[in-house]
């Protein structure tokens, strides 16, 4: 056969059945390419952070110009080797390079994410980008295939272009051009096809160097500095290969005989340059030592040693042989092998990848598999329709084995990472802290509290609020200045200082520099090493206070306060704030333009808004007892499982009895709107009352009497644009009027605490410390903390220590040593309220068997009045002195329906207690009593209807019958007036330490002349007995205008005998230990064994004897 | 024999073109010191970063998020992660954040085929979408798998990373916003911001003067050829969830090659003139033995 023997464009049928499915194969990819384009890369690949180069880089575009190298290679052996008699595969190869490196390009446009800006390479380029390289390369070599096709499209139609109907008369125009470009291209021709040899080098090793960047990422096996000639040299050897198996496949479709005259000799140059690529590759093994993975037994190592044994080795021995290259079925099935380079670019870009954080390995989506497909089908089907059009060659060829090549090469496993999360941590101890010494600077010295707020550390951050640092109370437990104050300055002026120790300041009496006086701006670059003010508040506290989880079994805990896990070693009495919000709450941001409503702007359309955010909150409100007025009640006794007891359903006090039938007038203090009646819905979240909390204007009011809705005049968008914490001013819209709006039934809960001046209350003053309620009554989920004699549910609780500790008293004075030994015996409430009801009178009795009568002309009348017709008689006090009561927190509850003490006083509410209970302590309380109404026969207390009730018809039987209807209990008919008493707790109204009670307002036995005298010598400086007269000065009280007229004087505060003692403790023992004044006591003999150990630090011994 | 003389010109080129040269930084660029002994895990700085560049919103306060590990992705620029190094010690978890390192000599600056990713010599690598072609290459060379990218995003899709909010301390003063948002916010500061320089500094000032505190070894400092986050750690870094990363920068070795590849396009010229040598000499060989024969036969 002549090597000139002329191309023809193939006669065979064009539409065969492998047409079709080729078809088919398009049609199913074109499907995933719009989806790709409509839903971006996410919807059809499994492409990732971890793997952002897949099928389409790794295979389509990478091998698929590795396997049109046969374009390249047959060019330079026809053309630039002249080797004419090979002429005959130049032009099948020509056109699988050019429909090859087509699909490249549109592959290429399918992965790249911004596709519309793939000409930007052009005008904006990085020279050291490989990338550049290799699209330049590409684009430039894509349009010399293009440019060596022509001839062909010439030799096709010159002389024969018959345009249809009226493009017709272009034709003449084609013809020229076609004539145009014959001419200049025979000339040039060879320049496109040398330039064709070098880009294809250029860009064939650039591929290879595409993945040197990712030095850390590709396994040994593959990453080598001649990665680039490795790609060069195995895909000049893939070309001739490649094109006899093309041949021979379309050979065999069209039942023709393998070409094996042109073919056999071109083998011959196969085995050398496979020969060149094996050794290079084998070389650079063993040159780096990589061979050590081989066997690894990885997925990796097991694939290159397919890749080699069988894509490299085993091709170049068979075709050594030259049976193997004059046997059709061996030539091909060794071309076939040797194709297994396919499997060297899968390696090197998607097996031998492995990122740093690889979860699990990449296996390509089903649409990044069907558009491959469907780009190979379309390549067949395209060269298929050229062959039938153009003379490319006798023969075509139908890939129909390609998909079947595929397959050997998606051999992967997945690889899973998982993190453990073991965990075993306790405290860790920071020093041994040495006992405070009665020196300068002492606890005394130390400020007790310290707002820490900076517009420094504003500057930087606002997200929270101002934290209350309790100084002396850290200092107090800390024992060591040196350890927050950890340097002094050298100098005056010194920012630095050098390391500060308590000796040397207690021997210069100097006292601890304030933080700030070195802490300020952050990264200042002359001091980088010294953090800003806030990164020093947060190292310091933060030091302590995390959390540590104490193992049970390790020795003894010290500073139980940060210890979670261990049962009890972490109570709320003695914790610690050790989260964020704990130490500073968040700031509320902004609502004005979060928040907006349109139309009518009424109560439900407001709440409405607030869940479209917040409803995951309003949920949590319907699980709290302010929302469902009942709750679990583990401090009543007997009840302690319950958890509907409230004043929904059970609750009845004296003062104005029951809420049952007394809906809507009652509800308007519930934090929901509409609850009228009995069949409010209590899971309808859409009824809450967000802004009576939320309130940041102070200006929102509920209306006194419609179940909850506000006053009509209220501007609630303004309201709910400004939404805030809770504070004083909206708790107390509801809680400092306790009693009908007007503040009668609590203790100390009055609207004099929305403003108060310290002497009203130390924690809540407003030119204090202006403590809003959540200080103390802390709040999860709307939750609210808090534990009350009165109210039976409770939803967390608190207590003074948790503040405080239970040595609150701070100071190494003795004062303070006495004091904090009454923490265990007596309440702090009880010292430092000692009396309650500063703020406005209350009702301290309330007589309802009298109401019904018009009151006398002579009849007091006004606000504190002590007849009216509605309610009776009532008694008013003022500044009153409380009851003490022994109490461990446990209560016993008069529940509607419980019987009544027949023929002595009904107890609604008693606190628990004993002289011998060691949890008792003595509280102070606000005793209640009253005359109400009980059923004669029944035995028990009536819930009366008295609003639209006993209010309009005066009749006391009717009121009780509808009440008790309502409450579900029967009725008798019969009723009679009970004497009952109440208790509430005084918890408020805190007074100035220096208003607290003084020990001789109690101890009678202190008024003595002997009394501290017995053990203690009068020294000079300390005069005993002022010391124990210190404190609440009634006399001082009554000219500040409050009625205490009567407290003046008194010595017997709290009544000794009413709680078990047989008189003062001082002279008559304490609850379970000697005191050292009792009666009958001797003196010690000596002072080491009469002060405990742990005490003894405290006192300096010289003021003892 | 193409491919041998290729392969000779390449290794001999390599040789030449060490010279090629990495971006360079000034005296003054910026960068970032991270002691991981600090940190508590609040997740400030996530929220921080999520604020300044309007990033989708999600729960900061959750912190079980950090019983698994987790990458940084189109929707967070930085991530805070959990370890427990030593879980038989009585000690609680190390915490992590991890983000962009803007490499000193950046692996994805080298690669980005338009220069998007682009290395400031003030320190931040910043990256420019509207030159981006989408080719993710960059996130193939990153060697801490740091550009995330906007799958889901069909038409605009961006690579997403730390920026060391550029915009922000190249153009406001360091005390009205000038710094970077997770730096700022930091309670405990674990974050240094400064000059890389003065940070090595620093970071040495702290490991002597806290003996037995710090590992002796600065996360950063040679790594992959520099980078300006710098990392301090009670714990060695492989266990912190920090690869295994050797002092040669990627960029190095490729454009070692491009360099010597195209040197004044020397050797591809070279080479377009040797095949035209030989195709030229071969074709006259044949013609002369073409003419050789014409004139036997004559």
Not at chain 1, 470 to 478: D, I, P, Y
Not at chain 1, 701 to 712: I, N
Request: contains cysteine.
């Amino acid at each position: 056969m002549s090597p000139t023997e002329q191309a023809e464009p193939a006669e065979n049928k064009f539409f065969t059945p492998g047409v079709f499915v080729l078809l088919g194969l398009m049609v199913t990819g074109a499907a995933f390419a719009v989806v790709r384009f409509l839903f971006g890369l996410g919807a059809v690949t499994n492409l990732s952070n971890r793997f952002p180069w897949g099928l389409w880089i790794g295979f389509d575009v990478v091998t698929g110009v590795a396997l049109a190298a046969g374009g390249f290679t047959t060019s330079a052996l026809v053309y630039v080797f002249n080797r004419r008699q090979y002429h005959a595969v130049i032009r099948p190869a020509l056109l699988t390079a050019m429909l090859g490196y087509t699909f490249v390009v549109l592959g290429l446009f399918v992965d790249i994410g911004r596709y519309w800006n793939i000409w930007r390479p052009l005008i904006s380029w990085n020279p050291t980008s490989v990338l550049f390289e290799v699209g330049m390369c590409v684009a430039i070599y894509s349009t010399v295939l293009y440019i060596e096709f022509i001839p062909i499209v010439v030799e096709r139609f010159q002389g024969r272009v018959s345009l249809p109907g009226p493009i017709g008369v272009f034709n003449s125009l084609i013809e020229w051009l076609l004539r145009l470009a014959d001419l200049v291209l025979s000339k040039v021709m060879f320049l496109f096809i040398i330039a064709g040899v070098v880009l294809s080098c250029l860009h064939q090793s650039a591929l290879g160097s595409l993945m040197l960047v990712a030095t850390y990422k590709v396994h040994p096996l593959w990453y080598t500095p001649i990665l680039p000639l490795l790609f060069l040299l195995s895909a000049i050897a893939v070309g001739y290969p490649m094109v006899v198996f093309e041949s021979m496949i379309a050979s065999r479709s069209l039942k023709r005989k393998a070409e094996m005259e042109v073919l056999t000799p071109l083998a011959r140059f196969m085995p050398v340059l496979i020969g060149i690529y094996l050794v290079f590759k084998l070389g650079d093994m063993v040159a780096r030592g990589t061979y050590m993975y081989l066997f690894d037994g990885t997925l990796q190592s097991n694939s290159f040693l397919v890749e080699i044994i069988f894509g490299l080795i085993l091709p170049f021995v068979l075709l050594l042989m030259r049976r193997v290259r004059e046997s059709a079925g061996w030539l091909f099935f060794a071309s076939l092998l040797y194709l297994g380079v396919v499997l060297n670019r899968v390696n090197v870009f998607l097996v031998g990848f492995s990122p740093p954080y690889m979860t699990e390995r990449y296996f390509p989506a089903v649409g990044e598999i069907a558009i491959t497909v469907g780009f190979i089908a379309a390549l067949i089907f395209l060269y298929r329709l050229f062959v039938t059009i153009f003379p490319v060659l006798g023969a075509h060829s139908k890939r129909k084995a390609v998909a079947l090549l595929l397959i050997p090469f998606f051999l992967m496993f997945w690889l899973l990472i998982s993190g453990n999360s073991a965990e075993a941590e306790a405290f860790n101890e920071k020093k041994t802290i040495p006992p405070a010494k009665k020196v300068m600077p002492s606890i005394d010295d130390a400020p007790k509290m310290r707002i820490l707020d900076s517009p420094l550390i504003n500057k930087y951050s606002d997200l929270y609020e101002q934290v209350r640092f309790m100084h002396a109370k850290h200092a107090n437990v800390v024992k060591d200045c040196t350890i927050c104050h950890h340097r002094v300055p050298r100098e005056k002026g010194d920012k630095y200082g050098k390391p500060a120790t308590m000796k040397e300041l207690t021997g210069t009496k100097t006292m601890p520099k304030a933080c700030s006086s070195c802490h300020d701006r952050p990264w200042n670059p002359e001091r980088i090493h010294v953090p800003g003010l806030k990164g020093a508040y947060h190292q310091l506290c933060i030091a302590c206070h995390r959390v540590s989880r104490q193992k049970a079994g390790t020795n003894k805990v010290r500073y139980r306060s940060f210890i979670k896990g261990l049962k009890g070693a972490r109570t709320l009495v003695s914790r610690a704030p050790l989260d964020c919000v704990s130490c500073h709450p968040r700031k509320v941001p902004d609502h004005k333009d979060l928040v907006e409503l349109d139309g009518n702007v009424d109560a439900l359309s407001v709440t409405k808004t607030c869940l479209s955010c917040h409803e995951s909150q309003g949920g949590a409100v319907l699980n709290t007892g302010h929302w469902k007025w009942q709750g679990s009640s583990p401090f009543t006794l007997g009840n302690e499982k319950r958890i509907d007891l409230g004043k929904r359903f059970q609750g009845i006090n004296n003062t104005t009895i029951s809420l049952t039938a007394n809906w809507p007038k009652c509800t308007g203090c519930h934090i929901g709107y509409g609850w009228k009646g009995e069949n409010f819905d209590f899971t309808d979240m859409t009824k809450i009352d967000c802004l009576v909390c939320h309130d940041g204007t102070g200006t929102y009011q509920k209306s006194l009497m419609q179940a909850g809705f506000p006053e009509r005049s209220a501007k609630l968008l303004n309201v709910a644009q400004h939404v805030g914490k809770p504070n004083r001013r909206t708790c107390g819209s509801c809680h400092f009027s306790g009693g009908m709006a007007d503040p009668v039934k609590h203790a100390e809960m009055n609207p004099k605490l929305l403003d108060p001046v310290r002497n009203m209350d130390v924690h809540m003053a407003s030119d204090g410390m202006d403590f809003r309620c959540q200080e103390c009554h802390k709040t999860r989920k709307h939750k609210i903390s808090g534990r009350s004699v009165f109210v039976p549910w409770v939803e967390g609780y608190f207590s003074c220590e948790g503040c405080h500790t239970q040595k609150p008293h701070i100071g190494s004075n003795l004062l303070a040593y006495h004091l904090n030994k009454h923490t265990d015996h007596v309440a702090c409430q009880t010292c430092h309220i000692p009396i309650y009801s500063k703020g406005s009178p209350v009702i301290t009795r309330w007589d309802w068997s009298t109401a019904g009568k018009d009151p006398g002309k002579n009849e007091p009348h006004g606000k504190t009045a002590t007849f009216e017709k509605a309610y009776g008689s009532l008694t008013w006090k003022r500044c009153v002195k409380p009851v003490y009561l022994w109490y461990n927190g446990t209560v016993k509850r008069y529940l509607l329906g419980d019987p009544i003490n027949e023929g002595g006083v009904t107890e609604l509410n008693r606190p628990e207690g004993n002289r011998q209970d060691s949890d008792s302590r003595i509280y102070p309380f606000k005793a209640v009593t009253g005359k109400q109404l009980s059923d004669a026969v029944y035995k028990f207390l009536v819930p009366p209807k008295l609003w639209h009730g006993y209010w309009e018809h005066w009749d006391w039987n009717k009121a009780a019958s509808e009440g008790l209807t309502a409450a579900g209990l029967p009725h008798s008919g019969k009723y009679k007036f009970v004497e009952t008493i109440a208790y509430h707790g005084v918890n408020h109204e805190v007074l100035p330490k220096e208003r607290a009670l003084s020990c001789a307002q109690c101890h009678a036995a202190l008024n003595n002349e002997r009394a501290c005298g017995r053990c203690h010598k009068s020294s000079g400086d300390i005069d005993f007995k002022a010391l124990a007269h210190k404190g609440i000065d009634f006399r001082q009280m009554v000219k500040e205008g409050y009625h205490a007229a009567e407290l003046i004087g008194r010595t017997d505060y709290i009544n000794f005998k009413a709680l078990g003692y047989a008189g003062d403790p001082i002279e008559v023992g304490g609850r379970f230990e000697t005191l050292p004044l009792q009666t009958g006591a001797q003196p010690p003999p000596s002072y080491e064994s009469f002060w405990s150990k742990e005490q003894g630090d405290l006192c300096n011994p010289s003021t003892l004897w | 024999m193409a491919g041998a003389g290729l392969g000779t010109a390449f290794t001999s080129g390599l040789k030449k073109a060490r010279g090629a040269k990495p971006p360079g930084i000034s005296r003054d660029a910026v960068g970032v010191l991270v002691d991981t002994t600090l940190c508590i895990g609040c997740r400030k700085c996530e929220q921080a970063c999520a604020e300044r560049h309007k990033l989708p919103d999600r729960s900061f306060e959750d912190m079980t998020v950090l019983d698994r590990p987790r990458r940084p992705d189109e929707g967070a620029y930085t991530v805070v992660n959990k370890y427990h190094p030593d879980p038989g010690a009585s000690e609680s978890a190390t915490f992590v954040k991890f983000q962009c390192m803007h490499c000193v000599d950046p692996a994805c600056a080298s690669a980005c085929i338009t220069g998007a990713l682009s290395k400031q010599k003030s320190g931040p690598v910043t990256y420019d979408p509207n030159k981006c072609i989408g080719c993710r290459y960059c996130m193939v060379a990153c060697p801490f798998e740091i550009p995330a990218y906007e799958y889901h995003r069909a038409l605009v899709p961006k690579v997403r990373k730390c920026t060391l909010c550029f915009e922000y301390i190249s153009k406001l003063p360091r005390d009205k916003g000038g710094l970077p948002a997770c730096a700022q916010v930091c309670p405990m500061e674990v974050m240094t911001f400064g000059k890389r320089s003065n940070l090595l500094e620093l970071a040495r000032w702290k490991i002597k003067n806290n003996p037995g505190k710090y590992v002796d070894h600065i996360f950063g400092e040679h790594e992959v050829g520099g980078t300006s986050w710098l990392y301090l750690a009670s714990h060695p870094f492989e266990k912190l969830g920090f690869p295994n990363l050797g002092a040669k920068a990627p960029p190095r070795l490729t454009e070692s090659i491009q360099h010597a590849v195209f040197q004044g396009f020397l050797p591809p010229l070279a080479l377009f003139g040797i095949l035209g040598g030989f195709m030229w000499l071969t074709g006259r060989k044949k013609e002369t033995n073409g003419k050789n024969r014409q004139e036997d036969d004559q």
